[in-house]
C-alpha cells in the first residue's frame, strides 16, 4: 500500500481563498458609502430624539404636604415615625403637549441594584410560583429568606425586600389622569418568569404559609386589587425584580391610559399635580428619587447619543475617506512619474 | 576502528530508561546470565522481545495523563479557579462555569494523545510482529520477534535486521564472517566484519545445532554498545570456556549485508538490547513562540492579581464609604471579607488567561503536523517515503531557523558511489556524455578498450583498467538464485547484479564502484581465490597471482597490490592520494602535470580522485624483500603497523604514474539548489560530519556551500595552544570591524582541533571566528562533538538552530538543536526516530523551512495574538463594571454565556487562522526566500507585538463597555416605554463583543478560504444561535433563569439593532485605518507580494528592487560606520544581497593543494585485516546454505 499522500486541495493547503487587501484604493470607497449613510441616519435619529417630550423632577427632599416645614425624607429616616405616611406634591406644567403614549417612571440614583450580592439575593423557583419552605428555599435569599420562625418570605431576598413604594397620583384640575400599571414588564416576565403559586385564583390561601417581606407595608397578594396583577405577577414588582444595570436607572411605574377619550392623544398642555406618597428612604445612602414623564418614538426614549456617534463616525469616516481617496490619486500619480524615469 | 566509532558514547547523565525497562536499568552492570542451548533457560526470567514505545497503556492513561495535564501551571491555574468556585458564596459565576470548559479542554487533549499514543503502539507492533527464523525442536520455525526468548538460535538472512543482540556461532562465509551494516547504530555506512569464535564456525545445518550443547555466560544488559564480555562453554559443563568479545556481538538495530545468512544466539531481548538502552526518549522540546508565550500567559496572571487586588481595595472603599446602603445585607469587611472579596475577583477576571489556548494550540499544531505529512513535494516517491512530523510542537519553529547543521553522509550525499570520469597519461576520459547519463561512458575510451592500436595510450588504458579490477579487497560472489529474502528491495550500493550474476563485497564504497565500472568496460572481475584473482578480459579469463596486499590505512593513504602478472612479470599496483602518489613516482614518469590539472579540475566538481600508478618489480628484488623486510615487519612484536608501513614504503617507489580516477559521491536531488536557496533565505548551514576532511571539503564543493571564490580557513591543529594561536590569527585576518559578518570565507575545522576549540577560554573566539565565515565544514567529529557544537551556537546566539541527519552518530546533535530533522527513507533509522521531523531527501528541508515553517509561525503567532485578545477584549469589561457596580464582583453577561465564550463562541476564528492563514503563495514563498525573514526575525509574535496587542484590546474593551452603556443610559429601550436591566444591557455588549472579535479575526485573515467564512460567519451565528435557545431554557431546564426571555427583547430593541451596525466597525475602525496607513506608507515586501499575487503579476521585480533599496541603505551606513561600502552584512537584511566579495589576503589558504579531492573510504583496524580478508575468500567454492 502506497503511503503517498491525497493530493487533495485540503491536505495541498491549495483551498480556493479570497485575499482582501486592504489598501487605500480598496477601503476608501467603503468608508465614503459609509459616511453617506451614517450621517443622514445620524440626523434623523437626533431629530427623532429631540422630538421626545420628557418631564424629570427630583422630589428626594420635597416637604409633607400637611406640613410644609418637613421633609419627607426625615420622615422616613425616623425609626420611630416609620408607620406614619408623608406625602408631597409636585407641581408639573408643560407648554407642549405630550402626544401620544406618556409613560410615567420612578427613577432612582445612588441604588446599587447591580451590587452582587443584592442581584443574586432572589429565588426564581419561589417566584415561577413553586411553594418553597425554609428548607427548599434558595440559600441566596438569606438573610432574607425567612423569619427565625422559620415561616419564608414572600417574596424573599433582598431585591423583593427593597420594592420601590412610592406611589403616585396624577391630578389635572380635579380629575386623577388614569395610569395603568400594567403593560410595563416584558411580556416574557409576565406570563414565563413570574407566577403565582396555586391556587392561583386563591392568593390569600395560597400565600397563607408565607410572611411578606420585612420592609413591605402589604402582603404580596394585596399588591394590587386586580387579581391578574397581585401576587409575584404584579407588574411593579416584576419591574422592580429585574435588576438595572447601573446605581443609577429608572423603571416604569405606569403608562397613561387613552382608553378615555380625554386622554386619548396622550396629555394636554396644562398644570399637573402629581401627589407622591413618599414611602421610600433614599437619603440613608445618598441617594434621589425622580418622578418622569416621557413620551417614546419607536426607538425607545430619549437618546441623543445613538444620533450623534452616528453623525460623528460618518463625518470621520468622510474625512478618512476623502484623505485615502486624495492618498491614492495622489501614489498612482507618483507612481507614473516613478515609471517614467 | 576509526576514531568516529571509538569517542561514540551516550552521554550518560542523559540517558533516561525507557518506561519499560525502568527496573532492569537499575540491575545494569549487576549479574551475570547464563543461557543454556537447545535447553529453555528456564531458572532465569528474562524481558520479553517485546518493544513499547508508547507513552500509555489502558490501565495508566488517566493517572499519567491527568498528571501530564496538571504539570502544566497553565491547568493548575484552572484547577484552582474550579475549587475556588466551590466555596460558597464567592464565586460570582457559579461553581461548574470553569470545571465544565476545563473538562471539555481535557477531553479534546485525552483524544489527541490517545490518537498520537495508538499511531506509536501501532509502529511497535509492526517491529514487533517482524518474522524471524527460530531454531525450535530440531528444526527452524518462522515466529514473530515478539516470540523470541534469550538463548534462541535464530537464522538472520541478508538485508534483514537483527530482533535482538545476538553472539554470532556461524554463518555463510569463510570462517564465520559476515558484513553487518551499523548506520543505524553508530551512522557509518561502511560494512563492519564481525567473526564467529572457531569453535562455532562449524554449526552449518540444522544437525548441527541439534547437537549442540553447551551454555553461554554472558554480563548482565548494560548499554555500552562497543563492550561485551561472555564465554562460551561447549559440550556440556566438562567444556574449555572461549571468551567472546564485542567481535562476536551482533547489536539490534544493525542489519545483515553481503552474507546470506547467520547463526546467532540471543543474548539480550527487547528493552534489555543496546540499541534500547541507549534509546533515550527525545528530550521536550519547546519552541520559541511557546516559550514566549508562556511569558505572557505570566504576565496576564500579574495582571489578574494587579486588577484583582485593585477591585478588592476598591471594595474595600465603597463599603467604607459612610452611607447607609439598607437594601444589601450587611457585607463582609475586614480582613477575610477583604481576602474573600480577592477569590472573588481572581475567578471573575480569570477568563482573561484563555483557557482554550493551550488546547486550540495543540489542536493547531497537530493540524498543521498532518499538513507536514501529507504535502506531496514533500513525498518521496522512489522509496515511498513521506514527511512526517514526529512532534508538533515545534511546527512554527521551522519558521524561525538561522543556523543548519547537517550531516554529510546520506544526508547531503546519497551515500553511493558512483566512477564518474577518469583521466589517463594526460588525456580525460568521461567529460563528454555525463551531462544526461548518470555512469560513466566515453566513446572515444571504450573504441580504445576494444579495439587497441598499439599506440601508448591504449597501452595505458588498459593498464588503468587493470589496475581498477585488480587492486582492491573486493570479493565477489556468483548467485545462483534470487531469494527474495536474501535480497532487500533496497537502494544496493555494492551489491549488484549482472547478467552474470556477480555480487561485489566490500566494506568500501570506493573500491566497489570502482570494480563495478570497470565490469562496465568489459573488465569483469569475477574469481577470488586466496592466491589468485581471474579477471574476465573482454571475455578472456587473465589470472593475477597475488603476492602481497599493501593494506590502505589513513595515514598510508593509498593501497597497493603485487601481483605476477599474467605475462608473469611481478607489478605493483597502486591506488592512493595524489600528494603520496606523486612522492613515490620515478623522475622519468609522465604526465604529472596534466594530471594534476585534471585532479584540480575534477576536486573542483566534488569529486573524489584517486591516482593510479605502478611499477614493476625485479624477481630478485621483489624475494629479497618479501623475505627480508617485509618478513621482519609481519612478524614484528613491537610496533608491527609502523614496521609494515615502512616495509611497504621500501617497494612503493619508482611508480610509473597512469592516472586518475573520478568517483562521485552522488548528492541527493537538488541538495546545491537547496542550499542556495537557504542560503538567501538568511540560513546559515554548517556541516558536521564524522568524515575525514578531504571527503568533507569534497562534498562542500559539490554541493556549492564553499565556492571557489571563496577562501579556506583550515584549523588542523592538535595542541591547546596551537589551536588558541590559529584562530586569533584567523580572526586578525578578518579583521575586528568584520566580526561575526557574513565574509567569503569557509572554515574547514577538524575534530581533534574542535576537542579544544570548544574548550571555556577557546569557545568564543573560535565562534566569533565561525560566524565571520560563509560556511563552516567541521570533519571527523564525534557525535558528542556535533551536539557540543550545535549547543555552543544555541546557547551563545540565541539563534534557532536546527540538526539534520539520518545516522545514529546525529541523534545527540538532533536532540540537542531546537529543531531536529531526520532523513527517512532507509527502514528504521534511529535519526528519524529520535527527530521532530523526518523526510526523505535534503531537499524537501527548503519547503519545510520557507513554506510550512514560515507559514505555521506566521499562523500560530496571529492565533495566539487573537486568542489572547478576544480573552482580553471580553473580560477586561467586567473590570469597566466593576467601577460601576461597587467593586461588588457582579457579572454583566450571563454566567454560562461567558464560560462557553472560549469553547464556542470564538473557538473557530482561532482555528482558522492557526490552519488556513497563507500569507504568501506556497510557490512565491519558495521563490523569493527573503520571505522568510519576517518569520525568522520573530517580527509577527514578541513582547512588543503582545503589549500592541493588549493595548489595543484594553482599548476595545473600553469602547464595546462604554458605547452601550452610552446607548443604554436613559434605560428606556423600547417604544412601549419599557426598560432593560444589567443583563440586557450585558447582552448587548456581549454580542457586540462577538460580532467585533470575529471580524477582527476576518481582518487578520490574509486568506479568507471557506473555513474563515464558516468560523467568521459561523461563530456569529452560533451566537444568536445559543442566544435565542437559552432565553427559553428556564424552568425547563434550571438553569440561566436571568436570561429567559433576553433574546426576544434584546433582538426586538431597536437600539441594539442600531447599536450592531455601528459599534463593531467603530471599535475596528482604527485597526483597519492603522492596516490601510501601514500599506500606503510602510509597505513590506510581503505585502507588496500580496498585492502583487492578486493582480497576477511576478514579484521578481519588486523584490529585486527592495533588496536594492535596503541594500543601499545598509551600504550608506556602512559607509558612515566603517567607510567601506557594498559588503554584505549578516543577520539583518533579509533581502538579497549582491554579490560582492572582499579580496581575502594571501596568508588564509586558498584551495591550492588538489589532494583536497582525494577520499576514500574503507574499514581500518576491524577484526578482520583486508589482507586476511582477501585471503579467506574463494569465490570458486560454492557456500554453504545454512538450512
Not at chain 2, 537499575?26 to 535447553?39: A, I, Y
Not at chain 2, 510602510?1082 to 507588496?1088: C, G, I, L, N, P
Amino acid at each position: 500500500m502506497s503511503r503517498k499522500p491525497e493530493n487533495t486541495a485540503f491536505k495541498q493547503q491549495r483551498i480556493p481563498a479570497w485575499h482582501p487587501l486592504l489598501t487605500a484604493k480598496s477601503v476608501f470607497p467603503t468608508f465614503l458609502v459609509v459616511s453617506v449613510a451614517f450621517i443622514p441616519i445620524g440626523v434623523v435619529l437626533l431629530v427623532n430624539s429631540q422630538n421626545i417630550i420628557e418631564i424629570m423632577h427630583d422630589y428626594t427632599d420635597c416637604t409633607s404636604v400637611e406640613d410644609n416645614s418637613v421633609l419627607c425624607s426625615s420622615v422616613r429616616l425616623n425609626q420611630s415615625r416609620m408607620e406614619e405616611t408623608c406625602t408631597c406634591q409636585i407641581n408639573v406644567s408643560f407648554d407642549t403637549s405630550m402626544s401620544g403614549d406618556v409613560f410615567m417612571y420612578y427613577g432612582l440614583t445612588n441604588f446599587f441594584q447591580n451590587h452582587r450580592r443584592y442581584v443574586k439575593s432572589r429565588d426564581d423557583n419561589q417566584l415561577i410560583g413553586q411553594h418553597v419552605t425554609q428548607s427548599t428555599v434558595s440559600s441566596e435569599c438569606l438573610p432574607f429568606a425567612y423569619l427565625p420562625n422559620g415561616t419564608v418570605f414572600a417574596p424573599c431576598g433582598a431585591i423583593a425586600n427593597s420594592l420601590f413604594n412610592d406611589s403616585f397620583t396624577m391630578i389635572r384640575d380635579t380629575t386623577v389622569v388614569p395610569f395603568l400599571q400594567t403593560g410595563i414588564a416584558w411580556p416574557t416576565d409576565y406570563s414565563q418568569k413570574f407566577n403565582n403559586p396555586s391556587p392561583v385564583n386563591d392568593l390569600s390561601q395560597a400565600f397563607s404559609s408565607y410572611i411578606r417581606p420585612l420592609f413591605w407595608q402589604r402582603n404580596v397578594e394585596d399588591l394590587d386589587t386586580v387579581t391578574s396583577n397581585s401576587g409575584y405577577q404584579n407588574e411593579g414588582l416584576i419591574v422592580w425584580m429585574r435588576a438595572a444595570a447601573f446605581s443609577h436607572f429608572r423603571k416604569p411605574y405606569g403608562r397613561l391610559d387613552r382608553s378615555s377619550s380625554e386622554f386619548e392623544n396622550g396629555l394636554s398642555v396644562g398644570n399637573y399635580i402629581i401627589n407622591v406618597s413618599y414611602n421610600y428612604p433614599v437619603t440613608a445612602f445618598g441617594g434621589h428619587k425622580r418622578f418622569i414623564l416621557s413620551t417614546t418614538n419607536w426607538m425607545g426614549g430619549k437618546n441623543n447619543f445613538l444620533g450623534i456617534a452616528y453623525i460623528t463616525f460618518g463625518c470621520v469616516c468622510m474625512c478618512i475617506g476623502v484623505l485615502l481617496c486624495c492618498l491614492h490619486y495622489h501614489a498612482r500619480k507618483r507612481h507614473v512619474v516613478h515609471v517614467d524615469k | 576502528m576509526e576514531e568516529v566509532e571509538l569517542d561514540f558514547q551516550m552521554p550518560s547523565n542523559s540517558v533516561v530508561p525507557q518506561s519499560g525497562s525502568s527496573d532492569s536499568s537499575s540491575q545494569e552492570n549487576l549479574g551475570t546470565r547464563t543461557l543454556h542451548f537447545n535447553c529453555p533457560n528456564v531458572e532465569q526470567s528474562f524481558e520479553r522481545n517485546r518493544i513499547s514505545t508508547g507513552k500509555y497503556n489502558f490501565a495508566t492513561f488517566i493517572p499519567l495523563f491527568l498528571f501530564e495535564q496538571f504539570r502544566k501551571a497553565f491547568n493548575i491555574f484552572f484547577l484552582i479557579i474550579c475549587i475556588l468556585q466551590q466555596i460558597p458564596g464567592v464565586s460570582p459565576t457559579g461553581r461548574y462555569t470553569t470545571i465544565v470548559p476545563l473538562t471539555f479542554i481535557l477531553l479534546v487533549a485525552a483524544i489527541k494523545e490517545i490518537i498520537e499514543d495508538y499511531k506509536r503502539h501501532r509502529a511497535d507492533d509492526a517491529v514487533n510482529n517482524r518474522l524471524i527464523e527460530v531454531f525450535r525442536e530440531g528444526k527452524f520455525t518462522e515466529l514473530r520477534w515478539t516470540q523470541v526468548i534469550v538463548g534462541d538460535i535464530v537464522k538472520v538472512v541478508n538485508g534483514n535486521f537483527f530482533p535482538g543482540d545476538l553472539v554470532l556461532l556461524s554463518s555463510s562465509e569463510p570462517q564465520a564472517m559476515c558484513y553487518i551494516e551499523t548506520s543505524n547504530l553508530d551512522g557509518e555506512t561502511n560494512l563492519k566484519i564481525r567473526q564467529g569464535i572457531p569453535a562455532t564456525t562449524g554449526l552449518q545445518c540444522s544437525e548441527d545445532l541439534n547437537s549442540l550443547s553447551g551454555s553461554i555466560e554472558c554480563e548482565g544488559p548494560n548499554r555500552h554498545l562497543y563492550d561485551f564480555c561472555g564465554n562460551i562453554k561447549l559440550g556440556g559443563d566438562s567444556g574449555r570456556s572461549i571468551p567472546l568479545g564485542p567481535d562476536q556481538m551482533l547489536l539490534r538495530g544493525a542489519m545483515l549485508r553481503n552474507t546470506q545468512w547467520i547463526y546467532g544466539v540471543v543474548v539480550y531481548t527487547g528493552h534489555e538490547s543496546k540499541l534500547m538502552k541507549n534509546a533515550k526518549r527525545a528530550p521536550l522540546k519547546m519552541s520559541n513562540l511557546d516559550r514566549t508565550t508562556n511569558m505572557q500567559i505570566w504576565f496576564l496572571m500579574v495582571i489578574l492579581i494587579i486588577i484583582s487586588l485593585a477591585s478588592a481595595i476598591g471594595s474595600e472603599v465603597w463599603k467604607k464609604m459612610p452611607v447607609d446602603r439598607w437594601y444589601i445585607d450587611d457585607i463582609g469587611s475586614g480582613a477575610r471579607g477583604f481576602f474573600m472579596e480577592l477569590l472573588t475577583f481572581i475567578i471573575l477576571y480569570n477568563n482573561l488567561v484563555p483557557i482554550s489556548l493551550l488546547v486550540t494550540l495543540e489542536l493547531v499544531k497537530a493540524i498543521q503536523a498532518v499538513f507536514i505529512n501529507c504535502d506531496l513535494d514533500m513525498y518521496y516517491e522512489p522509496s515511498d517515503t513521506p514527511a512526517m512530523a514526529r512532534t508538533s510542537n515545534l511546527n512554527e519553529e521551522l519558521g524561525q531557523v538561522k543556523y543548519i547543521f547537517s550531516d554529510k553522509t546520506g544526508t547531503l550525499t546519497q551515500n553511493y558511489m558512483e566512477f564518474k570520469k577518469c583521466s589517463i597519461a594526460g588525456v580525460k576520459y568521461g567529460e563528454t556524455a555525463n551531462q544526461n547519463g548518470d555512469t560513466f561512458s566515453d566513446e572515444d575510451f571504450l573504441e580504445r578498450v576494444h579495439n587497441p592500436k598499439q599506440v601508448d595510450q591504449d597501452d595505458y588504458v588498459r593498464k588503468f583498467i587493470t589496475i581498477m579490477s585488480v587492486c582492491h579487497t573486493v570479493v565477489p560472489e556468483h548467485v545462483k538464485k534470487l531469494n527474495s529474502n536474501s535480497i532487500s528491495n533496497r537502494d544496493e550500493t555494492d551489491f549488484d547484479l549482472d547478467m552474470d550474476n556477480i555480487q561485489y563485497q566490500s566494506s568500501s564504497p570506493d573500491e566497489a564502484a570502482i570494480v563495478k565500472a570497470a565490469r562496465k568496460m568489459g573488465f569483469i572481475f569475477s574469481i577470488r581465490t586466496p592466491t589468485h584473482v581471474t579477471v574476465k578480459a573482454l571475455g578472456k579469463d587473465e589470472s593475477y597471482e597475488i603476492l602481497n596486499v599493501l593494506e590502505f590505512s589513513s595515514t598510508r593513504k593509498r593501497m597497493s597490490v603485487i601481483v605476477r602478472c599474467p605475462d608473469g612479470v611481478i607489478r605493483l599496483l597502486c591506488k592512493g592520494a595524489d600528494n603520496v602518489i606523486c612522492e613515490r613516482l620515478s623522475p622519468d614518469s609522465h604526465f604529472q602535470l596534466e594530471t594534476e590539472n585534471h585532479l584540480r579540475e575534477f576536486a573542483r566538481e566534488g569529486l573524489r580522485t584517486l591516482c593510479f600508478a605502478q611499477t614493476e618489480l625485479d624477481e630478485d628484488a621483489y624475494m629479497e624483500w618479501n623475505k627480508g623486510a617485509f618478513y621482519k615487519a609481519s612478524t614484528a612484536v613491537i610496533d608491527r603497523e609502523g614496521q609494515l608501513e615502512a616495509a611497504y614504503d621500501l617497494v612503493e617507489k619508482n611508480l610509473d604514474l597512469i592516472g586518475a580516477s573520478a568517483i562521485e559521491d552522488k548528492l541527493q536531488d537538488g541538495v546545491p539548489e537547496t542550499i542556495a536557496t537557504l542560503a538567501k533565505a538568511d540560513i546559515k548551514i554548517w556541516v558536521l560530519t564524522g568524515d575525514k576532511q578531504e571527503t568533507a571539503i569534497n562534498i562542500a564543493y559539490s554541493c556549492k556551500l564553499i565556492t571557489e571564490k571563496m577562501s579556506l580557513i583550515i584549523l588542523n591543529e592538535t595542541t591547546l595552544d596551537g589551536v588558541r594561536e590559529t584562530i586569533m590569527e584567523a580572526l586578525n585576518e578578518i579583521g575586528s570591524e568584520f566580526l561575526r559578518q557574513e565574509n567569503d570565507v569557509a572554515l574547514i575545522v577538524s575534530g581533534m582541533t574542535l576537542k579544544h576549540a570548544l574548550c571555556a577560554d577557546v569557545q568564543s573566539s573560535f565562534l566569533d571566528l565561525a560566524l565571520s565565515c560563509k560556511a563552516v565544514v567541521c570533519c571527523r567529529v564525534s557525535p558528542i562533538q556535533k551536539a557540543e557544537i550545535v549547543d555552543l551556537v544555541k546557547h551563545r546566539c540565541k539563534a534557532i538552530t536546527l540538526a539534520i541527519g539520518d545516522g545514529a552518530n546525529d541523534v545527540s546533535m538532533i536532540q540537542a538543536a531546537h529543531v531536529g530533522v531526520g532523513i527517512s527513507g532507509h527502514e528504521g533509522l534511529q535519526a528519524a526516530n529520535s527527530s521532530d521531523y523526518s523526510i526523505a531527501q535534503f531537499a524537501y528541508l527548503q519547503k519545510l523551512l520557507l513554506v510550512h515553517g514560515a507559514w505555521n509561525y506566521n499562523r500560530l503567532a496571529k492565533c495566539i495574538l487573537f486568542s489572547f485578545y478576544k480573552n482580553i477584549c471580553l473580560y477586561l469589561i467586567e473590570l469597566w463594571f466593576a467601577f460601576f457596580n461597587g467593586f461588588s464582583g457582579q457579572i454583566l453577561f450571563d454566567r454560562w454565556t461567558i464560560s462557553f465564550y472560549n469553547m464556542f463562541f470564538t473557538s473557530l476564528p482561532p482555528l482558522s487562522l492557526g490552519l488556513f492563514e497563507r500569507t504568501c503563495s506556497s510557490e512565491n514563498m519558495m521563490k523569493y526566500p527573503q520571505l522568510y525573514s519576517i518569520s525568522q526575525r520573530a517580527v509577527k509574535y514578541n513582547a512588543g507585538v503582545f503589549w500592541k496587542m493588549f493595548a489595543n484590546s484594553t482599548v476595545h474593551s473600553l469602547l464595546l463597555f462604554f458605547l452601550p452603556t452610552f446607548l443604554l443610559w436613559q434605560d428606556v429601550a423600547f417604544s412601549d416605554g419599557k426598560v432593560g436591566g444589567y443583563l440586557f444591557l450585558g447582552n448587548f455588549v456581549y454580542t457586540y463583543v462577538v460580532i467585533t472579535v470575529c471580524l477582527k479575526a476576518g481582518m487578520e485573515s490574509a486568506t479568507w478560504t471557506i473555513f474563515t467564512h464558516l468560523s467568521v460567519w459561523g461563530s456569529i451565528i452560533v451566537w444568536f444561535a445559543f442566544f435565542g435557545a437559552y432565553s427559553h431554557f428556564f424552568p425547563v431546564i434550571p438553569i440561566g433563569a436571568e436570561m429567559l426571555g433576553q433574546a426576544d427583547n434584546v433582538l426586538a430593541s431597536p437600539l441594539f439593532w442600531f447599536g450592531l451596525i455601528l459599534l463593531p466597525p467603530a471599535v475596528l475602525f482604527r485597526d483597519l485605518l492603522w492596516k490601510v496607513f501601514r500599506r500606503r506608507f510602510r509597505k513590506s515586501v510581503v505585502e507588496e507580494v500580496q498585492e502583487m499575487e492578486m493582480e497576477h503579476i511576478d514579484p521578481t521585480n519588486t523584490i529585486m528592487q527592495a533588496a536594492k533599496q535596503s541594500l543601499s541603505e545598509k551600504a550608506h551606513l556602512l559607509k558612515n560606520m566603517f567607510g567601506v561600502s557594498g559588503r554584505s552584512v549578516a543577520g539583518d537584511i533579509p533581502l538579497e544581497i549582491s554579490e560582492e566579495h572582499r579580496p581575502i589576503s594571501s596568508s588564509v589558504r586558498s584551495l591550492q593543494d588538489p589532494n583536497l579531492g582525494f577520499a576514500f573510504s574503507q574499514e581500518e583496524g576491524g577484526v578482520v585485516s583486508q589482507s586476511d580478508l582477501i585471503r579467506q575468500y574463494n569465490s570458486e567454492r560454492s557456500k554453504p546454505e545454512g538450512n
